[in-house]
Nanobody, 120 residues
Framework: QVQLVESGGGLVQAGGSLRLSCAVS????????MRWFRQAPGKQRQLVAA???????NYADSVKGRFTISRDNAKNTVYLQMNTLKPEDTAVYYC??????????????WGQGTQVTVSS
């Protein structure tokens, strides 16, 4: 059984910072790409940031220069450091990843979501 536990969301004023974490536990052979998505009310879920197993990153244009994705492979954890937050960053944030439970058997998992609210 694989579990993803997210933490770090909350309420912050515009211009503030938050750090999201997503810890993975369970039967894991390897973790491939790790990602953060977000979904605002009435909108589609969108990719915010992604990081490969080798550490390469990419970001949505709307967060470039403000958000940083990182991972700690020893802890099976992915982070999203969010700085200079704006009201339009308000959304539920979800971690998403691809992992192998055994070699050659890859699956996609989602976290439960954590609410980020940015007040103006």
């Amino acid at each position: 059984q694989v579990q993803l536990v997210e933490s770090g969301g909350g309420l912050v004023q515009a211009g503030g910072s938050l750090r999201l974490s997503c810890a993975v536990s369970g039967s894991i052979f390897s973790i491939k790409a790790m990602r953060w998505f977000r979904q605002a009310p009435g909108k589609q879920r969108q990719l915010v940031a992604a990081i490969t197993s080798g550490g390469s990153t990419n970001y949505a244009d709307s967060v470039k220069g403000r958000f940083t994705i990182s991972r700690d492979n020893a802890k099976n954890t992915v982070y999203l450091q969010m700085n200079t937050l704006k009201p339009e960053d308000t959304a539920v944030y979800y971690c998403n990843l691809n992992l192998e439970k055994t070699r050659g058997h890859e699956y996609t998992y989602w976290g439960q979501g954590t609410q980020v609210t940015v007040s103006s």
